[in-house]
């Protein structure tokens, strides 16, 4: 498979298995297999319901579905602009090495400047060394004096004052 063999195509409700199935093997590969919560069931109201909370691509290489990048809008006060954020990009593990990312990131960097965004982000593990690697490579920049803060669980129930 070469970079030109591969096609992104925005994601339809009969791929929310596969979305699902491709969000598993991620959630094992980044060493969190129980982690997910999500089903098919909100995946697709989360995709495709009255107001979709975040949009998905798949990447196909011969008629197979190879990798899917899932993706929503974020906005940025100080550049008055909209941006996208990759929450989740996945390359099956055949597939990997042969273009497909590069292919799923060119598609939504295109994406996010045909929407006028100010900005593309995502995260990485600070472990994954190959994932780091790619994103150097096509000019992605680490932006080390910032950390990610999260609330889950009960402290965002008693954050909430529900708790």
């Not at 497909?100 to 593990?125: I, T």
């Not at 994954?128 to 609330?151: C, D, H, L, S």
Request: proline share 3%; net charge negative; glycine share 10%.
């Amino acid at each position: 498979m070469t970079p030109e063999q591969t096609t992104v195509r925005a994601a339809t409700h009969a791929d929310v298995a596969t979305i699902l199935r491709f969000i598993c093997e991620l959630a094992a590969y980044e060493r969190e297999p129980d982690a997910v919560e999500a089903t098919e069931a909100s995946l697709a109201l989360a995709l495709f319901g009255e107001h979709p909370a975040a949009e998905a691509v798949i990447a196909e290489a011969g008629g197979e579905a190879v990798g899917f990048a899932l993706f929503f809008h974020n906005f940025s006060t100080w550049t008055g602009r909209r941006g996208l954020y990759l929450e989740d990009l996945y390359v099956t593990p055949d597939a990997r090495g042969q273009g497909a990312g590069r292919v799923l990131l060119r598609h939504l960097a295109q994406l996010a400047l045909d929407r006028g965004c100010g900005r593309f982000e995502w995260s990485v593990l600070d472990w994954n060394a190959p994932a780091i690697e790619f994103y150097r490579k096509i000019g992605a920049v680490a932006m080390e004096e910032w950390t990610i803060q999260r609330v889950t669980g009960d402290a965002l129930l008693a954050l909430a004052g529900r708790g």
